[in-house]
């Protein structure tokens, strides 16, 4: 056999060994995936009370030495400007994982509720279908506090802004719910995970360890952003996927490592 013709038989045969299997795609299918890429805010979009999508009010998210800072330096008051960084897609099974830590002082004029106090939305409206002066999109907050030096503050809870959830079988309609984690005071990285599938059970992770779980996130017909959501969706109240969104909400805090990994549903 020609030496030529040997050597295209052997390079098709090289080729077809390294094209991967369909059970090696259906795995990459479930890897963990970054959402920041460490060195920009491409592929996020600020929105704030008060301010078109895009507008990212005194440059409050910025990216320094690969994490994403929220920064109230330029502020001379708060005066409300609750903001979110929303990611470009949309997502409905999946988990998500993000390390975070609150640092420095509040901005001035803030509310005491606000202090070290932060989250990831998600199941998020788009930025664009906001109201101008909405301070919150409708969504499901995982909520991140801070420990206050003296006593307990849970972090991992859950909130539920234009929602509700369904906890052992009871319709939850009030706005936030504690979870059972530890406090985690000072300025430590805290790993966070949400395991959300798409209007199922969803599971609260914090360091390692299950501290909340419910299911049946929903518009909440009551909440006037809601009620314009149910109309839209012609009156479908389970939320099946949404947006992610991290806060700003007024206390200075970093985010990074943001990895999601996507199920099929």
């Not at 929303?86 to 509040?106: C, I, N, P, T």
């Amino acid at each position: 056999m020609p030496r030529y013709v040997l050597m295209l038989l052997l390079s098709a045969a090289c080729a077809l060994i390294l094209l991967p299997s369909s059970a090696q795609e259906k795995k990459a299918d479930n890897e963990w995936v970054s959402l920041f890429n460490g060195k920009n805010l491409d592929g996020w979009a600020a929105k704030f009370s008060g301010h078109a999508p895009g507008d990212n009010y005194l440059d409050t998210f910025r990216v320094e030495n690969g994490v994403i800072k929220v920064s109230y330096d330029r502020y001379k008051q708060f005066g409300g400007k609750f903001g979110h960084l929303f990611y470009k897609d949309k997502f409905s099974h999946y988990d998500l994982r993000v390390e975070y830590r609150f640092l420095g002082a509040q901005a001035n004029g803030a509310p005491g509720w606000a202090l070290r106090n932060s989250g990831v939305m998600f199941h998020c409206q788009s930025p664009e279908s906001m109201r101008k002066d909405q301070d919150f999109p409708v969504s499901i907050e995982y909520q991140f506090l801070g420990g206050p030096g003296k006593g307990e503050r849970p972090t991992g809870n859950m909130c539920s802004p234009g929602t509700n959830v369904v906890i052992k079988d009871k319709l939850i309609t009030q706005h936030c719910v504690n979870s059972k984690s530890k406090t985690y005071p000072g300025d430590q990285w805290v790993t966070a995970e949400v395991q959300v599938r798409g209007s199922g059970k969803v599971k609260h992770i914090i360091n390692g360890e299950v501290v909340m779980e419910y299911e049946q996130p929903q518009l909440d017909p009551k909440d006037k952003d809601g009620a314009a959501l149910i109309k839209a969706a012609n009156g479908k109240l389970l939320l099946e996927e949404g947006y992610v969104a991290l806060q700003a909400e007024s206390h200075p805090c970093e985010f990074r490592k943001i990895e999601i990994r996507v199920l099929k549903k």
